[in-house]
């Protein structure tokens, strides 16, 4: 190949979306156990998390793994679908609580109705769960599951959460920076996501002192929420456009030949 046809393929190669999609998918690289594979993946926001899913539209199944690392070791991981809202009231929860010493973590579901502490026993789901497992693997937590949606079920809501301790079996308030408020998006099943799904507002978030997104067992906790906050405006990420790499890399062709 003509040298200056080699110094052009990288960045061509570079300018590519498939090139862009395969760079910015960490979560492809997440090694399950033999048995567990799934369709697609998403590298969630906020929190470090990843989900991963295959969804069967004949079935109306959702069979899923929710990967996050705990707030801290012994602590807890959550995710679960809103069919009824953007926040935590609402959702159908499973939440991981880290086991002690080398047991695997241990799996809950919760119908979180409203802002009130959450117990050790599990509540039933809208959505009927099965296959219930987690395992612990780098500092990180996987809660996996299968879910009977509703039939016809293209998109709905998902939050998620991480904390840093449990008592008696069930989880203790999470954080309230950033990063807890604003742990949701959509989750699109069927067809292409929306423009607003790239960029989620922050969650409702219980007043100060109230339970936890992923389900709290703090004493005193509201039954009340704060108000919710408008959509922030989407960034644009910072680099280097696919057209300017193009650009660039006919230039150094240009130069290349004469």
């Not at 929710?66 to 995710?79: C, H, I, M």
């Not at 296959?131 to 990180?140: P, S, T, V, Y």
Request: charged share 10%.
């Amino acid at each position: 190949m003509p040298r200056h046809l080699a110094l052009l393929l990288p960045l061509l190669l570079l300018a590519s979306p498939a090139a862009t999609r395969l760079a910015s998918a960490a979560c492809a690289g997440e090694k399950f156990p033999a048995g567990r594979a799934y369709a697609s993946c998403e590298d969630l926001p906020k929190l470090g998390a990843s989900l991963h899913w295959t969804y069967d539209a004949s079935k109306s199944s959702l069979s899923v793994a929710f990967v996050a690392a705990p707030a801290a070791a012994g602590g807890w991981v959550a995710w679960g679908l809103n069919p009824t809202g953007e926040g935590i009231a609402g959702a159908q929860a499973l939440v991981a609580l880290a086991g002690a010493g080398a047991a695997a973590p241990a799996v809950r579901t919760y119908n979180i109705t409203g802002y009130v502490p959450l117990g050790k026993a599990s509540t039933p789901l809208d959505f009927p769960a099965t296959d219930l497992a987690a395992d612990a693997a780098g500092g990180k937590i996987r809660v996996y599951g299968k879910l009977q949606l509703r039939k016809g079920m293209k998109a709905v809501n998902q939050v998620w959460q991480v904390g840093a301790s449990s008592t008696g079996g069930a989880p203790d308030k999470h954080a309230f920076q950033a990063d807890n408020l604003g742990a949701k998006s959509k989750l699109v099943l069927a067809g292409k996501a929306p423009a607003a799904a790239e960029a989620p507002s922050p969650a409702l978030a219980p007043e100060a002192g109230g339970p936890s997104a992923g389900g709290d067992s703090g004493a005193g906790a509201s039954s009340s929420t704060a108000p919710s906050k408008s959509p922030n405006a989407a960034v644009p990420a910072a680099g280097v456009s696919a057209p300017a790499l193009l650009a660039l890399a006919l230039v150094g062709f240009l130069a290349a030949v004469w």
